[in-house]
Protein backbone atom coordinates (compact mmCIF):
# COMPACT_ATOMS: atom_id res chain seq x y z
CA UNK A 1 0.00 0.00 0.00
CA UNK A 2 1.42 3.64 -0.27
CA UNK A 3 0.10 6.53 1.67
CA UNK A 4 -0.05 9.98 0.62
CA UNK A 5 0.11 12.49 3.15
CA UNK A 6 -0.62 16.27 2.28
CA UNK A 7 -0.13 19.49 4.47
CA UNK A 8 -0.07 23.07 3.98
CA UNK A 9 -2.90 24.04 3.56
CA UNK A 10 -5.15 26.70 5.46
CA UNK A 11 -7.01 30.24 5.01
CA UNK A 12 -5.79 32.69 3.35
CA UNK A 13 -6.71 36.58 1.99
CA UNK A 14 -7.40 37.16 -1.56
CA UNK A 15 -3.68 37.86 -3.31
CA UNK A 16 -1.89 35.51 -0.73
CA UNK A 17 -0.29 32.27 -1.37
CA UNK A 18 0.34 28.83 -0.16
CA UNK A 19 2.35 25.98 -0.64
CA UNK A 20 0.59 22.41 -0.21
CA UNK A 21 2.85 19.46 0.21
CA UNK A 22 2.40 15.73 -0.35
CA UNK A 23 4.26 13.07 0.78
CA UNK A 24 4.24 9.39 -0.13
CA UNK A 25 5.29 6.27 1.85
CA UNK A 26 4.88 2.77 1.37
CA UNK A 27 6.96 -0.15 -0.65
CA UNK A 28 7.15 1.86 -3.85
CA UNK A 29 9.63 1.21 -6.67
CA UNK A 30 8.66 4.39 -8.22
CA UNK A 31 6.08 7.05 -9.03
CA UNK A 32 5.29 8.24 -12.37
CA UNK A 33 2.55 10.79 -12.65
CA UNK A 34 1.98 12.67 -9.40
CA UNK A 35 -0.97 15.30 -9.13
CA UNK A 36 -2.95 17.91 -7.56
CA UNK A 37 -6.98 18.19 -7.71
CA UNK A 38 -9.79 19.71 -6.18
CA UNK A 39 -12.77 19.60 -5.22
CA UNK A 40 -15.22 22.64 -4.26
CA UNK A 41 -18.54 22.08 -2.44
CA UNK A 42 -21.76 21.09 -5.13
CA UNK A 43 -18.80 20.68 -7.52
CA UNK A 44 -16.71 17.34 -9.01
CA UNK A 45 -13.25 16.85 -8.60
CA UNK A 46 -11.22 18.57 -11.14
CA UNK A 47 -7.40 18.45 -12.10
CA UNK A 48 -5.18 21.43 -10.85
CA UNK A 49 -2.02 20.79 -12.00
CA UNK A 50 0.13 16.96 -12.98
CA UNK A 51 3.84 16.51 -13.07
CA UNK A 52 5.43 13.52 -14.81
CA UNK A 53 8.83 11.40 -13.61
CA UNK A 54 10.60 12.93 -15.96
CA UNK A 55 9.33 16.96 -14.98
CA UNK A 56 6.31 17.76 -17.86
CA UNK A 57 3.49 19.55 -16.29
CA UNK A 58 0.03 20.66 -17.08
CA UNK A 59 -2.30 22.96 -15.64
CA UNK A 60 -5.56 23.30 -15.14
CA UNK A 61 -6.92 26.83 -17.42
CA UNK A 62 -7.67 28.72 -14.62
CA UNK A 63 -4.54 27.93 -12.64
CA UNK A 64 -2.29 28.67 -15.39
CA UNK A 65 0.95 31.65 -14.55
CA UNK A 66 -0.73 31.50 -10.42
CA UNK A 67 -0.04 28.08 -9.40
CA UNK A 68 3.40 25.59 -10.20
CA UNK A 69 3.53 22.00 -9.53
CA UNK A 70 7.16 20.48 -8.65
CA UNK A 71 8.71 17.27 -6.85
CA UNK A 72 11.67 15.86 -5.64
CA UNK A 73 11.95 12.29 -6.61
CA UNK A 74 14.25 11.32 -3.71
CA UNK A 75 11.74 12.59 -1.19
CA UNK A 76 8.16 11.23 -3.62
CA UNK A 77 6.83 14.51 -2.41
CA UNK A 78 5.27 16.63 -4.99
CA UNK A 79 3.98 20.30 -4.31
CA UNK A 80 2.08 23.15 -5.11
CA UNK A 81 3.08 26.77 -4.51
CA UNK A 82 0.15 28.68 -5.01
CA UNK A 83 0.04 32.40 -5.87
CA UNK A 84 -2.63 35.02 -6.47
CA UNK A 85 -4.96 33.14 -4.58
CA UNK A 86 -8.46 33.80 -5.40
CA UNK A 87 -11.86 33.07 -3.81
CA UNK A 88 -12.54 30.75 -7.02
CA UNK A 89 -9.31 28.66 -5.41
CA UNK A 90 -11.70 27.26 -2.30
CA UNK A 91 -11.91 24.04 -2.19
CA UNK A 92 -10.20 20.84 -0.82
CA UNK A 93 -7.09 19.61 -2.24
CA UNK A 94 -5.95 16.35 -2.90
CA UNK A 95 -2.83 14.66 -4.26
CA UNK A 96 -2.96 11.45 -5.99
CA UNK A 97 -0.03 9.49 -7.00
CA UNK A 98 0.07 6.54 -9.94
CA UNK A 99 3.26 3.80 -10.01
CA UNK A 100 4.72 0.60 -9.12
CA UNK A 101 5.30 -1.24 -5.93
CA UNK A 102 8.29 -3.34 -5.00
CA UNK A 103 6.13 -6.29 -6.13
CA UNK A 104 5.98 -5.22 -9.37
CA UNK A 105 2.29 -4.27 -8.83
CA UNK A 106 1.04 -1.06 -10.37
CA UNK A 107 -1.08 1.45 -7.43
CA UNK A 108 -2.77 4.76 -8.11
CA UNK A 109 -3.46 6.18 -4.33
CA UNK A 110 -5.24 9.45 -3.44
CA UNK A 111 -4.28 11.28 0.16
CA UNK A 112 -6.56 12.58 2.76
CA UNK A 113 -7.50 15.83 0.98
CA UNK A 114 -6.60 19.20 3.01
CA UNK A 115 -8.52 22.29 3.23
CA UNK A 116 -7.86 25.61 0.65
CA UNK A 117 -10.00 28.54 2.03
CA UNK A 118 -9.62 32.14 0.34
CA UNK A 119 -11.43 34.42 2.12
CA UNK A 120 -11.17 38.24 3.56
Known amino acids: QVQLVESGGGLVQPGGSLRLSCAASGSIFSIYPMGWYRQAPGKERELVAR???????NYADSVKGRFTISRDNAKNTVYLQMNSLKPEDTAVYYCNAGGRLMSGETFTSWGQGTQVTVSS
Open 51 to 57: ITSGGST
